[in-house]
């Protein structure tokens, strides 16, 4: 009895971490995918302060849980106590975690090359892109804030270059993390299998993928057919109606 008590606290303790691991990931996954929304707004007719407030206060949320979610994923993938069928699951965590960062990144620098081109504070004329509406709702649900405090007076020129000038070390940052993550940790993407169940059995979805095509160039196959023996017995008739007329004239000529 004593055994199967051990084995039992065993097994809840090696879930814990992999549920915390998941759910870090698919936090940090919610937030960087409003990130990139907000980011398609900049130098449209949806841009103003409160834009750039949002794109500062979601980005400071990324990077919180982009620091805790390296922390905890390189600390178990570096404990050689864990066992295999958990660090696959680890890996596969680190892998959409990277992959998310990198997408994070690319969209700070993307960020920092439109406000360099648009500025709010100079009135700068934004490209007329026919969207309306704010994304301050998309932005408090990423964040998990019931509401977001709209930003208050008019942004001038000297707080803008202050905004732009804290993302490029923000984007320097982010790039320093990418590579000390490689150095830390050494897990080869293209090894990683992709687990779960919308992989479960591709050999169905594929069968019946092939099978919709097969049916479709039957139907098309057969209507095909039809109509080039149309078009054959027309042409037939055609030539013989030339035939007699031409019979016709010449009996009549004669």
């Known amino acids: ?3 199967s008590n051990s084995k039992v ?13 998941q759910a870090m990931v698919d936090s940090l996954t919610k937030v960087v995918a409003c990130y990139r929304h907000l980011a398609s707004c900049i130098g449209g007719s949806t841009d103003s302060g409160s834009l750039r407030q949002e794109l500062r206060q979601t ?7 982009a620091l805790s979610c390296r922390d905890h994923l390189t600390a ?3 404990d050689k106590t864990v066992s295999e069928e958990d660090r696959k699951k680890t890996e596969l965590q680190w892998v959409a975690f990277s992959s998310c960062l990198e997408l994070f990144h690319a969209d700070m ?30 932005a408090a649900r ?15 020129a000297s707080m803008e270059g202050l905004d732009q000038s804290q993302l490029e070390q923000e984007i320097a940052q982010v790039d320093r993390t990418l590579e000390d993550m490689e150095m830390k940790v050494n897990v080869l993407r293209w090894t990683v299998e992709a687990r779960g169940p919308q992989y479960a059995d591709p050999v169905s ?15 098309n196959g057969g209507k095909s057919c039809d109509r080039s023996q149309m078009f054959v017995v027309l042409l037939l008739c055609g030539v013989v109606v030339v035939a007699v007329v031409l019979s016709a004239c010449v009996v009549f000529l004669t």
């Not at 980005?59 to 849980?65: F, G, K, P, V």
């Not at 993307?110 to 004329?125: I, L, P, T, W």
């Not at 990423?142 to 001038?156: H, K, N, W």
């Open 59 to 65: 980005r400071e949320r990324a990077q919180t849980l």
């Open 205 to 219: 979805v594929d069968s019946a993928s092939l099978a919709l095509l097969s049916g479709d160039a039957e139907a």
């Open 142 to 156: 990423a964040l998990s804030m019931p509401d977001l405090q709209e930003q208050r007076g008019e942004q001038t």
């Open 1 to 3: 009895m004593p055994l």
């Open 109 to 138: 620098c993307k960020v920092y090359h439109m406000g360099s081109c648009f500025s709010v504070a100079k009135n700068s004329a934004m490209v007329q892109t026919g969207l309306q509406g704010g994304a301050t709702e998309v």
């Open 76 to 78: 178990r993938l570096r």
């Open 9 to 21: 606290a065993d097994d809840g303790t090696s879930a814990q971490p992999q549920q915390e691991g």
